[in-house]
């Protein structure tokens, strides 16, 4: 009985160190996500703009060039 609880004590020990493990690793690499999403999202508005840019001027028709 007495094994039985010093394995149950050990494994909430690990479990515990193991966390604390995990949280340090998400704080240390969150500043790399908030960046990453940034730069993805400035880099979709900037392909979204180009992309209206160059739609634009594909199917621009200037009135002055225009046979009817």
């Known amino acids: 009985m007495m094994m039985r609880f010093v394995k149950i004590y050990t494994s909430i020990k690990l ?5 604390v493990r ?10 790399y996500i908030k960046t990453y999403v940034i730069t993805f999202c ?3 508005i900037a392909v979204a703009f ?7 001027r594909m199917f621009f028709v ?3 060039h225009l046979r009817v």
């Open 15 to 19: 479990y515990n160190k193991v966390s």
């Open 22 to 31: 995990d949280e340090a690793m998400q704080q240390s690499n969150s500043f």
């Open 42 to 44: 400035l880099t979709n």
């Open 50 to 56: 180009i992309q209206v840019v160059l739609y634009h």
């Open 62 to 64: 200037d009135p002055k």
